[in-house]
């Protein structure tokens, strides 16, 4: 395998009857709203990515690729590690990363998963690795007993970040959400991890449906379409993509002309998490022009400025 192509795979919203459902015991951590890093170690060299990419050539995702040539110690790879391969999956994050202002000027990286010699750790063993034996901080976490759909969504209301700042108001101290897993590492169908995430209503993907049309002329599609595909279509979702795409290109820049490739990926991102089955016309068509309009209103709105500003300094 080459590990420096191994991504985090995306995770599933937990819905009822999920496979977490048949455990009495999972761990709870909590989900960061900052970017995917990573630390690539092949048993000599360590090497900064991205969710999706090597840092190499330019990339470098909101400087995390320089943060960890200041911060991270290559000898407690060299020490623990030699000749294995090892990657550590984390979130980096900082007030200007996903415009988020609660977290203060100081980037940090917190663990929440890691992979060795081709299998993904327990998570007593991330935890034991990531801070005894790599000197690195792990994600909040806590544990529940029985967990559902119903006790994991009771216990994200009013939930607060633990890693917001002192000062942060009670809006901005909203958490993200949680990841549930089994304390041992599990699969399920076709090598499917046994990993859920379950977001607060804030950050929800996911926002409740509404009869009211966005004025498309597509007459074809009945309402109740239209707004099963609008429900999906939230400026969560959109600010996320264009931060993928950001980290993805050095010489991105947020504006109206990269539209057609924000509706592609945006669209493509729901096709993969939704429940629902979507006719492709519908997609293109109403969904594209929706997606449009809510990328235009973010942008009037200057909900990018922080993403073009960091790429640009």
């Not at 009822?16 to 761990?27: K, L, Q, S």
């Not at 400087?63 to 999956?89: K, L, P």
């Not at 529940?144 to 917001?164: G, H, T, V």
């Not at 109403?286 to 209103?297: I, M, N």
């Amino acid at each position: 395998m080459n590990i420096k192509k191994l991504t985090y795979p995306k995770i599933s919203r937990l819905k009822p009857g999920d496979p977490i459902t048949y455990f009495n015991r999972a761990v709870v951590t909590h989900k960061i709203d900052g970017t995917n890093g990573r630390l690539i170690w092949d048993g000599e060299e360590l090497i900064a990515g991205s969710r999706n990419q090597t840092l190499v050539g330019g990339h470098d995702n909101f400087n995390f690729s320089e943060w960890v040539d200041s911060n991270i110690d290559i000898e407690s790879f060299e020490e623990n590690f030699a000749n294995v391969d090892v990657v550590v999956f984390g979130e980096f994050f900082r007030d200007s990363i996903n415009g988020r202002v609660e977290y203060g000027d100081n980037s940090r990286f917190r663990v929440f998963d890691i992979f060795i010699n081709s299998v993904f750790l327990d998570w007593s063993d991330v935890v034991g690795v990531a801070e005894n034996s790599l000197g690195l901080d792990v994600v909040p976490h806590s544990y529940m007993n029985n967990p559902d759909k119903e006790k994991l969504e009771n216990y994200i209301k009013d939930y607060n970040d633990p890693l917001a700042k002192e000062e942060a108001n009670e809006e901005e101290r909203i958490g993200e959400g949680v990841v549930a897993r089994p304390p041992v590492e599990m699969k399920y169908k076709k090598d499917n991890r046994v990993i859920y995430k379950i977001k607060s209503e804030k950050f929800a993907e996911v926002k409740k449906g509404t009869n009211k049309s966005s004025g498309s002329s597509n007459s074809r599609f009945s309402e109740k379409e239209k707004a099963k595909v609008e429900k999906y279509i939230t400026e969560n979702r959109i600010f996320s993509v264009v931060s993928n795409m950001a980290e993805a290109d050095p010489a991105f820049e947020v504006s109206m002309q990269i539209t057609g490739n924000v509706i592609e990926e945006t669209i493509k991102d729901i096709k993969e998490e939704a429940d629902e089955e979507f006719d492709d016309q519908l997609m293109g068509k109403h969904g594209g022009g929706e997606v449009a309009r809510v990328f235009k209103k973010m942008i009037n709105k200057g909900k990018f400025q922080k993403i073009n500003s960091t790429l640009n300094n």
